[in-house]
């Protein structure tokens, strides 16, 4: 048997694009099976082209992993997202995946800061669950897929002195949007934070819909955000947040029904959104809001310390 990892440059991507779409791997790799999500995720201004790889097995492709490097509070943390199809599972492609992984980050570690690397899957997936366990990560936290129905969804109420604009592409608003996410999401677990340049990265994306974002104002200043992502049929909430002075006054649910309404105008089906399942305050409101939990994401995770 021979077992080779190399680079997946851009001339690898259609190799990678056809093993995601194993429908082996289909369930776990959802964004990759449109065109649109594969470009989108591979052009990802978190996802480091170096960082991307596929396991050739006696010359035929067997797997993939491409690993996503996010600056957080403190420093960075690595996000490996492994696939190996069926046929080739049990013969340590994974692993030796891991492994080149691993070596890939050690170099670029005190530079970046790097403190953790993650795994995650859908549940329920046995053999994604003892792989990490076999290499040494525990379980760190649960994602929730939540959908709505789609129906009569209510009304947004601003509050007082809040006024919703539609992001217009100008600079000034995309520096606006860039500030209010990171000041949001701060103290999330996971947050990435991202630079200007990295939002403008995404503002040129397919999934992108700039009618899709309302940003809210207050006096002069952005405080909160609602941004709508389109995947072929379905729709996501894709990232929704109030600054931390504009919290407890309903803004986070006007935006919400803003969202959904703005989905199901644009006839998406179904309606979602993630959400980190230690969220109580963004539980209750999806909650509130007719969501409820389709499907769980399981997080792995493991410290990265250097050799
Ligand atoms: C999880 C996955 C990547 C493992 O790939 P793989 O190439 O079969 O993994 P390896 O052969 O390197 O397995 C290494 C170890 O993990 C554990 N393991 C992997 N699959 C397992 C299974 N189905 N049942 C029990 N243990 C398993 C074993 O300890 C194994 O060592 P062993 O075969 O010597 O007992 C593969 O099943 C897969 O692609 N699943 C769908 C995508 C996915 O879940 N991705 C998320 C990965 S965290």
Redesign the pocket.
């Known amino acids: 048997m021979s077992l080779v990892i190399r680079p997946c440059h851009d001339g690898g991507l259609t190799a990678l694009r056809a093993l995601a779409r194993d429908p082996?791997?289909a369930r776990?790799?959802e964004p990759l099976q449109t065109d649109a999500g594969f470009d989108d995720l591979m052009g990802d201004p978190h996802l480091p082209r170096e960082l991307r790889w596929i396991a050739w097995l006696d010359g035929t492709p067997?797997?993939f992993c491409f690993c996503f490097l996010a600056p957080t509070h403190v420093g960075s943390f690595a996000m490996?997202?492994?696939?190996?199809?069926e046929p080739?599972?049990?013969?340590?492609?994974?692993?030796?995946?891991?492994a080149a992984t691993c070596a890939a980050i050690e170099p670029i570690r005190e530079r970046h800061g790097l403190r953790e690397l993650s795994?995650?899957?859908?549940e329920a997936?046995?053999?994604?669950e003892?792989?990490?366990?076999?290499?040494g990560f525990r379980h760190a936290r649960d994602f929730w897929r939540m959908e709505r129905p789609r129906g009569p969804v209510g009304t947004p109420v601003w509050p007082a002195g809040v006024s919703l604009r539609i992001f217009d592409g100008s600079e000034p608003a995309l520096l606006d949007f860039n500030d209010a996410y990171n000041r949001a999401f701060a103290e999330h677990y996971h947050f990435m934070r991202t630079t200007p340049e990295e939002t403008r990265a995404v503002v040129v994306q397919s999934h992108f819909r700039a009618d899709g974002v309302a940003l809210a104002y207050r006096d002069a200043a952005c405080v909160g955000f609602c941004r709508n992502a389109r995947f072929g049929e379905a729709g996501e909430v894709a990232v929704i947040g109030t600054v931390p002075e504009a919290r407890a006054i309903g803004l986070g649910r006007a935006l919400l029904r803003w969202g959904v309404a703005w989905l199901q105008d644009d006839d998406a089906s179904p309606i979602y959104l993630m959400v980190d399942g230690e969220n109580e305050g963004a539980l209750r409101l999806y909650r509130s809001e007719g969501f409820q939990v389709a499907r769980t994401r399981h997080h792995?995770s493991r410290p990265v310390t250097g050799t």
């Open positions: 082996s791997l776990e790799f067997a797997g490996a997202r492994l696939g190996v199809v080739f599972r049990r013969r340590g492609v994974a692993t030796a995946l891991l795994v995650s899957a859908w997936n046995p053999a994604a003892a792989f990490a366990t076999r290499h792995w």
